[in-house]
């Protein structure tokens, strides 16, 4: 199981790589694995200014629908377009081409409370 170490995860299984005051957000090799082969990715807050834990859209899988929720407040800024058409790509790349949304964080201390790799690991006994 690939679980990057320069990366932040969320105990909802989802992943934060921080640029700046923007963070890219999306599933967790763990969390794809588990929902299955993705069918379609809604997110319909974009430009919208959320706070954490808020949920940002959805991940409909072949058996189950899964909230994405929002690991730090601020604006959804960007959206993946692409998974539209290629929703799969959250199973094949999660940490790269498969990513959800980015995100113009308003509270850096927010930052403190996602967990690193190692501590990801451990939830989810790796």
Do not use: C, R
């Not at 834990?53 to 692409?82: I, M």
């Amino acid at each position: 199981m690939n679980i990057p170490a320069d990366l932040k995860y969320t105990k909802d299984h989802e992943w934060v790589k921080v640029e700046g005051d923007t963070v890219t957000v999306g599933i967790t090799d763990f969390a794809q694995g588990e929902l299955g082969d993705i069918v379609y990715v809604e997110v319909e807050t974009l430009d919208e200014t959320l706070d954490i834990e808020e949920v940002f859209g959805t991940v409909e899988a072949v058996k189950t629908v899964s909230d994405l929720f929002l690991p730090l407040s601020g604006e959804v800024t960007e959206f993946n377009g692409t998974l539209e058409d290629e929703p799969e790509l959250v199973n094949t790349d999660p940490y790269g081409a498969g990513w959800m949304i980015k995100l113009k964080f308003s509270d850096a201390s927010q930052l403190e409370g996602l967990m690193s790799a190692d501590d990801y690991k451990a939830l989810i006994g790796a």
